[in-house]
Structure formats: C-alpha cells, structure tokens
DNA sequence: GCGACATTGTTTTTT
DNA sequence: ACAATGTCGC
C-alpha cells in the first residue's frame, strides 16, 4: 500500500501525529497548523495502515459546517464514499442513535426535536402553568439552569433535594419542563446527548454493539468539550477503543457555555499512557502576526504551553489607530477596506472582528453610505425565522398532535378566534387528566364546556389539521410543505402583512419549499424514520446560514467568536477598550479575562498577512457616552511590532455637554471633551471626562504614553493642541 | 384582536 | 439609544 499521499504532504511534528501508535492519542495544535489536515490524514492512516473499515470510525465535530469538511476532505484523500463513515456533530450523532435506539431510549418512535427557540417558549408555558412570577424566575435563566445541568449530566431528581430554597425551585422547574418534554415526545439539544449517555449506560446490548463496532474515534476541538460531551466519549471508548484528540487550550473561548479545557488535562489522566504531540509550524500568518500573537497569551498563566513559529517572511507590522468615536473608528476601517481593494485585493479577504454583536450597527451604516458590499455573520437563521417555524410546527403537529409547543404556537394562527381564555381553560383541563391540549381540545369541545364559538373555533382548527394531514399522506415532502403553508392560511396571513416584510416572508415560504425538495433522503443516515421526520430534524438540527451565501464581493463582519477556524488575509479587531474588550463582565475573575485574551489570540491568529486594530476614546453605549481606556491587551502586545495611524485631521464634531465644568473648560481653559491636550510630565492625550466646578474642576485625559488620569484643572497646566 | 404606550435588558453561540 | 417584549384600552 503507498502512503505516500497520506504522509507527503505532512512536517515532521504532523507525520508523528498521524502515525501513531494504536492508542489513546492527544494533539495539541495551534492556530494554522493544519489541525483537520492531522485528522483527516489520521483516519486516512488507520483505514489504509491499520486496516480499519471507514465503517468503524467516528469522528465527532462541534459544527455541522467541520463534519462537512471533515467528511468531504476525508472522500478526497480516501477515494471513496465517506457515507456509510460515521462522521457528525456530538447532537448529530446522539440523534441517529436514539432514532435506531428509541425504545430503549424511551422516547416515542416520532421524538421531535426542540430549538433553544422551542425550549425557551415551552419552559414560559412550564414557568406560567407553576403559577409563579415570571420575574421572579426569569425563564432565560431558568433556561440556562437546566441545560448546565444537562451538560454536567444531572437531572432534576438529583438536584431536588439539595441546596436552597432557590436552587430547589429551579430544580422543580427543571422537574416540570422534563414531563411537560416527556408527555410531548420533545427532546432538546442538551438532552439528545444526555439520553444518548444514559442509553449507552444502561444497555449493555447496545454500547457492546457500538464498541465493536467503532474501532477509532476521533474529536475535534477538543478544547470545547463539556462534561457531558466529554462523558459520552468515554462511554464509547471504554478501555479498549482508541480516542484521538485534537485542540488548543490556547483557542478555549467556550468555557462560559460550560466548555471544560480541563478535559485536555483529564485526558492524560484518564488514559494513562496517552501519547501526546504539539502543532506549532504555523502555515497561516506572518512572522510578525505569531509573535504578537504569542506574546499576548504568554500573559495567561493556565496553559499547557505551546509557542507558534513560521517560516513565513516577517510581514507588515499590526496597525493600531485611536478612533475618536465609533463614527470615526467605523470611517478608519472603511477607508481601510477601500484602501485594500485598491491595492487589488478582494474585499471578501478583510474581515471586521468585533466583541459583541451590537457593535456591527455603525460599521453597516457606515458601509452603506461608502458603498461598500458587506456581510454580516450571526442573526437569524433560516429555519429560526417565524414564517419557517410556525409551518414546521403544522407538520410537526400533523406527525405529532401530542406536541404542545407546536399547538400553542399555531392554534391561533392565523387567527381563527382562539384567543387567552379559550387557551388557559385548554391548559387547565389538559393539566388535571396529564393529557396533550390536542386531546384537551378534543374532550372540551365535545363536552360543551365552552362557548359555542371557542368550541367551534377549536373544532374547525382540529378538522383542519387532520384534513391536512390526511391529503399530505402521500405527497412527497416539497408538496406536503406547500400544501401545509397554502391550506394552514399562513399563506394568505403573511401575505396580509403590509410593505416589504410580507414578501420577504412568503419568499422565504417558497424557499422553505425548494429546501423541502432539496432535501435528501438518506436511509443509511436516517433508517427507518419518516422523509418528513427526518426533514424536521434537519432543521432543527441544522439551522442554515445567517444569509445566503452572498455572490458579491463582500467585507465580513463578525463576532471574534465566530471567526474561530476561519482565516483572513486582513484582519481589522476593532473595539479594542477596557469594557469592551475584555468585556466588563470578565474583568472580575482572572480565569474569565484569560479567556477573552484567548479570544483576542483567536482574532490575531485569524489573519494571514495582517492586523489592525482599534479603539475609540468615546462611545456611545446603551444610550450614553462612554470613556473606557484601551483595551489591556494592546499593551500586552510587544510594542515594537506595533505601528500607530496618526489621525489625518479631526473629523470629529466637538461634543458639547450641558455642564457647568464643560463651559468653564472651554472658556476658561480651552478644553472641551475630545480636545487634544498636553501635559508637562504626562505627555500628549485626549479628554475624556470632566467634573466638578471651579477649583475643584477636574478632567479624565487619556494619555498615550501614561494612560488615563483624572487631573485638577488648576494645577495641571494642560496645553490645549 | 389590534394598535398605542410602558417596561426591560442589552457578551460571546452551536446544536 | 433601542429593540423587543408586555399591558391596556377599544
């Protein structure tokens, strides 16, 4: 067998890697160190060495979007069908599991899936139908209560006991939302993989199955599994299947969603013996762009410790520019942009990072006026919008009339007259007899326990779903759709809704129907569920993109959290301040700064040829101006590879504020806010912040050199410039 | 059931 | 500031 396609494109550090001994194996693998290269050569490498059938492999992803890769990277090398290849994302492949396994899963045969979306609006209905206050127990919170949980494996029988009188109110909640799943045949995302574990724990007959059968297992993103993940994966391993694991401490940015580096630590620990390799030859970024990078992590001090180089040229040096506000910091990065694509290059190859989403507002405007293409990542995805999911729910309806969520969502929509009263008397009833409000509905509009007209409107909803469902029998799914979204009414609803929202939402009808009949049915990856299941999953599972693949030649903007495990030739972080980035609500714990640097080292390490960032002395944040000085790491970054744009004159409209101080600064001193100053001792700045009045006045100068200081007008003997 | 006003919370995201 | 809810009156 020649192997020399698998090894001959590898270094050194990654050929050890992949030819690894059988065994428990973890590679640490820095930014652009060819990381899927190592995996997708390491299965290469077991299936042609080692003589393992693709059949028995299982390589688990986090993101729909890695297991394609994966998956399409691994046919190319392989040359064959990688699908009978048990290739997918931990929820992916927890979902083909309990659909072959429900009975002992016990979950109904036709289990549906429930979105955070659909969690979210089930636990309000839980949280309501408890009769407590709303604000009390924030169903946001009591949200993200459970699925911690979940994550750490825990169900609310285990939790019921313990704690405080609030912790055991969260615990009852968790403990209502379980039935109120239970008797609907909903699972969500969390519960896929905790039901998935418990499967596996309780049935010897089907983990035995799956240990014969899985000879390598192989993960991704090592770094940014959960507990639970982390359990799942050594359920499958037992003590004889090898795990091959790839991550990067450095590039954890998930521990707030309870991603656990640890697990790389435990790793060592819980398969002793356990081979380990370093990735450091980077192939992405230039010289300059590694050392800054390195220079910032090495300020963390939990690292397993890794250092990245290249042979790559230095490169140009990392641009920092001191916007006056987020107007002018907007202006710096599309005079950048335009600035590129005149130097011939695309405008798809820059890539606009920033902290938090709100921060993309101003550099859309900005864009839009200057004319250049953009997109933005993150906001809603196809199958999240309304429109999608109030068709869903009918089909999810029609498979499933016990699916409360679903009724809930539909039953008035369009509206047919069934309004809170008729509903709360629903609920009450379905409550006493532990029975679905389909069933509810049923059993009141026969027994004449309400108004005619509640009763009718309920009868005519319930004939109409089963007429439905009756003609759609037979129809292959495109059609089923359409019929649903035509004879529902959704149709005729949306179309009624004024101005340009309505079209947009009966195209996105039309193009949930061409999904509908894009969609493959695979037996092999779907068994024996129905198309329309399956589809159903399909959504759930895999929302879609933010926005269609844009043809045009667009700037990408995004959050520094979605741009991991992409690249760019430039990168431009912007919003680099104390605040910001790092994020307030990181600063109190070391452990939560470490991680925003990592996702500052995320950002750096994003770029092939260079980086610029930014900052802005003033922002308007939540309705009010704020001042926070420059983010912490710029100064952590070592400054000799560190370029600052002077600002080429001030555009920047003054800003007046209706304060005494500020009329005695201008008059008196000739200061305002945003005034460039001098300072004997302190050097060049700008102010920030006054207060007080007379001799007590004092100024916030934010200076280049000395950071930001409050001075008394009196004494300082600033210089206005 | 719908439009007008009030209240509320604004880090990051995949599945 | 602002968007996204919730409440109230018709």
Redesign the pocket.
Known sequence: MDVSPILDPLNEAQRQAVTAAPGATLVLAGAGSGKTRVLVHRIAWVCHVEHVSPYGVLAVT?????AAEMRSRVEALLDVSSAGMWVG????LSHRLLRVHWRDAELPETFQIL??EDQYRLL?RVIKGMELD??KW?P?QVQWYINARKDEGLRAQHLMNNGDHTERQYAQIYSAYEEACERAGLVD??ELLLRTLELLRKCPDVINHYRNRFHYILVDEFQDTNALQYAWLREFCGDQVPLFAVGDDDQS??G??GARVENINHFMRDFPGAQFYRLEQNYRSTRTILTAANGLIEHNSARMGKSLWTRDAEGEPILLYAAYNEQDEARFVADKVIDWVRRGHRRSEVAVLY????QSRVFEEVFMTQGIPYRV??GL?FFERAEIKDTLAYLRLIANPADDPSFERVV?LP??????RTMAILRAHAKDYAISLWEAAAQLAAAKELTTRAAKALTHFQSLVVQVAREVEELPLHDQVARVIERTGLKSHYGREPGEKGQTRIDNLAELVNAARGFNFNPELHGDMSCTDAFLAHA????GEGQGASWEDCAQL?????AKGLEFPLVIIVGLEQGLFP?K??LQELG?LE??RR?CYVGITRAREQVVLSYAETR?Q???DGYNPPSQFIGELPAELITQVRPRVQVRPPLYRGVDTCKRMTVDFGLKIGQRVAHATFGEGVVLDCEGAGSHARVQVNFESAGSKWLVLEYAKLEAL
């Open positions: 986090f993101t729909n979007k890695a994302t931990f929820h992916g979105d955070s309000r709303e604000a924030p946001k995302f969390a940015i998930y707030w969603r902290r938090s989403n709100a990542y993150g995805r008035n509206t047919r007259g069934i309004g809170e759930a599972l895999e929302a995004m959050t520094l959290h979605s994020h609500m990181s939560r991680e925003e996702l308007r939540y309705g009010a």
